[in-house]
């Protein structure tokens, strides 16, 4: 069975820096995809970015980016130019390409990112 | 347009009573889920229903019933609340996987129910 770690319970980083949140999963799988998700306080779930397994280029979106080993299934997400409104809970999520799964998500515990003025 | 709803926001309730929590979505998405956040953060899958038809049914107790009238709405009924089934509900929907940029998950605003 397929399982995501996140090593960190919680990070900080001052505003206007760079932060790297870590994610590792575990699979046996050659083609599935990698997300990273943005729970603030307001509880909203927002997909920050996604990855899928079989394209070797990282993803970006904006001051998002992400650091995908596939050989060490490693997913990091990097947050370029930290504002306060990047703070939240960050949540790696790993979902199979089988077209006959059951479409579920494994979800990592969570990596409570906190941004200092 | 609100994506994907969820009524009520917020639900406090005494033990023992029953509750729905209902869910709608305006994408044509096929699939939808409910997922419990507990204190912790950490996210449990709950259900999952492909186009009315049950396909991730996880070990939770039997008064969580899911009820899906057709694939826009998935309901979740709450029979003899207990306090442990205090925390916030998330309903989320997605369209039919496939080699599409828009699989992933849409959540909605969730629900925090509060037992005491």
């Known amino acids: 069975a397929q399982t995501v770690t996140q090593s960190q319970p919680e990070m900080s980083v001052q505003e206007a820096e760079t932060v790297t949140l870590s994610c590792t999963y575990d699979t046996s799988e050659s083609d599935y995809y990698l997300f990273w998700y943005k729970q603030p306080p307001s509880r909203q779930m927002i997909l920050v970015i996604r990855q899928e397994a079989y394209k070797q280029q990282n993803a970006t979106e904006n001051r998002f980016s992400v650091n995908f080993q596939k050989a060490a299934k490693s997913f990091s997400l990097k947050i370029s130019d930290s504002q306060l409104g990047d703070a939240a809970m960050y949540f790696c999520a790993y979902r199979t390409a089988e077209m006959d799964s059951n479409y579920q998500l494994i979800w990592g515990a969570g990596t409570k990112l906190i941004i200092k003025p | 347009d609100t994506a994907v709803s969820q009524t009520p926001k917020y639900l406090v309730t005494q033990m023992g009573n029953d509750k729905s929590i209902k869910c709608e979505q305006n994408l044509g998405h096929d699939t939808m889920y409910w997922y419990k956040q507990d204190s912790k953060k950490f996210l449990k899958i709950m259900f999952s229903?492909?186009?009315?038809?049950?396909?991730i049914n996880e070990t939770v107790p039997n008064r969580f019933s899911p009820k899906s009238p057709d694939k826009a709405h998935l309901n979740l009924h709450i029979n003899s609340l207990e306090l442990g089934d205090s925390a916030v509900y998330f309903c989320?929907?997605?369209?039919?996987?496939?080699?599409?940029?828009?699989?992933?998950?849409?959540f909605g605003p969730g629900t925090r129910l509060t037992v005491t």
């Open positions: 989320a929907s997605s369209p039919k996987p496939g080699r599409k940029l828009y699989y992933e998950q849409y």
């Open positions: 229903y492909n186009n009315k038809e049950l396909i």
